[in-house]
């Protein structure tokens, strides 16, 4: 009998080893599932984190292409301002020179030649987008006017430009030199 108690109570035994190992495996298996999906979730967040990352690096680098697009554009397009503005006074004085009465048949060949240079200039100004600002009858823009002067004329409207000064240019769209301009009050 003792042999068989014996026997039962190694029986006994291997079966709550067994019992204790079942009892251990999936306990064992929940840490390590644990402990492998907190990895998972970390991985997975570095990954979002990276793409986010990415994808500002990737917009801050369009916005950047995009900027110096449009200076390079806009540096083409007034690229002849410096020259512009320098030759604005010749202008100026090619109009005075030619306003000049002459009497003189030599001098007369003379303003001819002078006449030409200025169409000439006018003309290479043109084509490099250079216009001259409208005042003639135009209400005051202190966009593209300079008011030197107020002055109360009959005739006009208030705000209205009665005489030009000097005259102003744009280049393009933009103002090179403003009009220098009398304003009716």
Request: net charge negative; glycine share 4%.
């Amino acid at each position: 009998m003792e042999e068989k108690n014996t026997q039962q109570d190694q029986e006994e035994v291997v079966e709550d080893a067994e019992q204790e190992l079942v009892t251990e495996e999936p306990s064992t298996e929940t840490e390590e599932g644990t402990v492998a999906n907190e990895e998972v979730e970390q991985l997975q967040k570095e990954k979002n984190d990276l793409q986010d990352r990415l994808l500002r690096v990737q917009a801050e680098y369009d916005n950047f292409r995009k900027r110096t697009q449009k200076e390079k554009e806009a540096n083409l397009k007034y690229k002849s301002q410096s020259i512009v503005t320098e030759l604005l006074p010749v202008l100026d004085n090619f109009e005075r020179a030619l306003q000049v009465e002459i009497e003189d048949k030599a001098a007369k060949g003379v303003v001819e030649g002078l006449e030409m240079v200025y169409r000439q200039l006018k003309t290479v100004l043109n084509n490099e987008g250079v216009t001259e600002i409208e005042t003639e009858n135009q209400m005051f823009d202190p966009n593209l006017h300079q008011a030197v002067m107020q002055v109360e004329e009959e005739g006009y409207d208030s705000n209205q430009i009665v005489e030009t000064l000097q005259k102003g240019y744009q280049l393009k769209d933009r103002v090179v030199r403003p009009a220098m301009v009398k304003v009716n009050q």
